[in-house]
Every structure is written in C-alpha cells, then in structure tokens.
C-alpha cells in the first residue's frame, strides 16, 4: 500500500512560477517511477512528467517541456513538479501517481499512460489568471 498527498497547489497569475510537491508513505517510495498529471474540468486526463526510481532519467509532455520540471528526494520520499512560465492553460487539478510495478525498469513512452501508474494521489488544484 502507498499513500501520496500533493500540496502546494495555488491560484496564480500568468507567468508565475509554484511548486508542487507529493509526499509519500507506506510501501518504501524510492523503489518505482513516479508521475504527475493533470485533469482540467471537461477534459482527458492528461501527462505531465515521469521521473525513473533514481532521478536519473525523466520524461515530460511537449505542452510543458521547459517549463516544468521534476525531481524527488528518496531521503524524503518525495517528488516535486517545479512549475515556471504558468499559463491559464496550466489551470487544472495536478495529480501524483506510483508505478510499483516498473520497480526498477525505465519505459518513457509507456509511462506516459496512467494505466501503468497503481496508486494515486487526491490531487492539489492550480487555477492560473490572465
């Protein structure tokens, strides 16, 4: 069992910068990937940024890729989304997720879909103004 909490979520004007972060517990958390998606009212489910066990190796949706980046501190058991340039676009719930399965195996196409992930969290809301 894994449990995750996202905080820090924010209503913030365009071009602000906020940082998201997940806090996890139960099963060791530094073993598999973690992810971070979005929903935006009426819209899919959406991918946002993996990050492999190690930190070493990460992959992000082209909507946010040198915007957002991801990382995670295994001493900590946590895994930040660090959001810069925000657009009302970004407006969404974000949600934190644990692929347990993968382990220790690294698949960035297939880590994009939220099928691979088996424990989420409840999410943190960003809404971004113009």
């Known amino acids: 069992q894994v449990v995750l909490v996202e905080s820090g979520g924010a209503l913030v004007q365009a071009g602000d910068s906020l940082r998201l972060s997940c806090a996890a517990s139960?099963?060791?958390?530094?073993?598999?990937?973690m992810g971070w998606f979005r929903r935006a009212p009426g819209k899919e489910r959406e991918f946002i940024a993996a990050i492999n066990w190690s930190g070493a190796f990460t992959t992000y949706a082209d909507s946010v890729k040198g915007r957002f980046t991801i990382s995670r501190d295994n001493a900590k058991n946590t895994v930040d989304l660090q959001m810069n340039v925000l657009k009302p676009d970004d407006t969404a719930k974000y949600y934190c997720?644990?692929?347990?399965?993968?382990?220790?195996?690294?698949?960035?196409?297939?880590?994009?879909?939220?099928?691979?992930?088996?424990?989420w969290g409840q999410g943190t809301q960003v809404s971004v103004y113009s």
């Open positions: 997720a644990a692929a347990t399965k993968w382990r220790h195996e690294w698949g960035a196409s297939r880590l994009t879909d939220p099928d691979e992930y088996d424990y």
């Open positions: 139960g099963r060791t958390s530094s073993n598999y990937p």
